[in-house]
Nanobody, 120 residues
Framework: QVQIMESGGGFVQAGESLRLSCAAS????????MAWFRQAPGEGRDLVAT???????KYADSVKGRFTISRDNAKNMVFLQMSSLKPEDTAVYYC??????????????WGQGTQVTVSS
């Protein structure tokens, strides 16, 4: 069984920074892409950033230059450093990882999400 756990959300003022962390644990036999998504109230879930096991990254246009995704492969963790936060960044942030489990099957696993609220 695989578990995904996010942490680091909170309430900040516009212009401030936050760092989200996500840890994958359990029966893990490989992790490929890890990513962050977000979902604002009344909206769909949108991709924020992705990172491959080799460290290649991609970002949504709305966060380029402000957010940085990174990962620690040894600890099965991914991070999202968010700077110059705006009220429109307010959302529940979800971590996801493409993981090979004990059956050798690759599946996407999701965390429960962490709330980020940015006040103007």
């Amino acid at each position: 069984q695989v578990q995904i756990m996010e942490s680091g959300g909170g309430f900040v003022q516009a212009g401030e920074s936050l760092r989200l962390s996500c840890a994958a644990s359990g029966s893990i036999f490989g992790i490929d892409v890890m990513a962050w998504f977000r979902q604002a109230p009344g909206e769909g879930r949108d991709l924020v950033a992705t990172i491959t096991s080799g460290g290649s990254t991609k970002y949504a246009d709305s966060v380029k230059g402000r957010f940085t995704i990174s990962r620690d492969n040894a600890k099965n963790m991914v991070f999202l450093q968010m700077s110059s936060l705006k009220p429109e960044d307010t959302a529940v942030y979800y971590c996801t990882a493409h993981i090979r489990d004990r059956t050798s099957a690759w599946r996407d696993h999701w965390g429960q999400g962490t709330q980020v609220t940015v006040s103007s």
